[in-house]
């Protein structure tokens, strides 16, 4: 199935001057992050869930594959349908008191996004993202999307 997602990563300690591909050079706060993704292309869903449960990729392609080697996954919220969300949560969460914006540019560069990873000092509550990913689905949305939770002990 084909959908969007959302990982919930923790960093347990400060980065500095990570290389983000041809982005730059960033520092990392410690903390949680959210990466806000679609997963549209071959595999879909599942094939997109393996490769970010994977700490490094021998080749990063996209930005997050710098920084996941770095985080600890805890978990993914997953959307499966036909619609892409992933600007609609990223308003969301630009919109919400708390969540900051640690790169701009990050992730966004097939979108009007800002960014697509967001940061907050602390673990964020269950019902932030069941109020950014609820907050996005229309009463006309489709009857055949599925929204899962998937958590994880990625120490």
Request: aromatic share 10%.
């Amino acid at each position: 199935m084909k959908g969007s997602y959302i990982l919930l990563l923790q960093l347990p300690q400060p980065l500095v001057a990570l290389q983000i591909g041809r982005l730059g050079s960033y520092d990392f706060a410690p903390g949680y992050y959210l990466y806000v993704g679609s997963a549209f292309g071959p595999g879909g869903l599942e094939a997109r869930i393996a490769r970010h449960r994977s700490r490094s990729q021998a080749r990063p392609h996209w930005h997050i594959d710098y920084l996941r080697p770095h985080t600890r996954l805890r978990e993914i919220w997953t959307v499966a349908g036909p619609t892409r969300f992933e600007c609609r949560w990223c308003r969301a969460l630009m919109a919400t008191p708390g969540v900051s914006i640690p790169v701009r540019g990050f992730g966004s560069r097939d979108t009007g996004c800002p960014a697509h990873l967001f940061y907050l000092p602390h673990a964020p509550r269950p019902a932030l993202l069941t109020g950014v990913i609820l907050g996005a689905v229309s009463v006309r949305q489709p009857a055949e999307l599925l929204i899962e939770i998937h958590s994880y002990d990625d120490e």
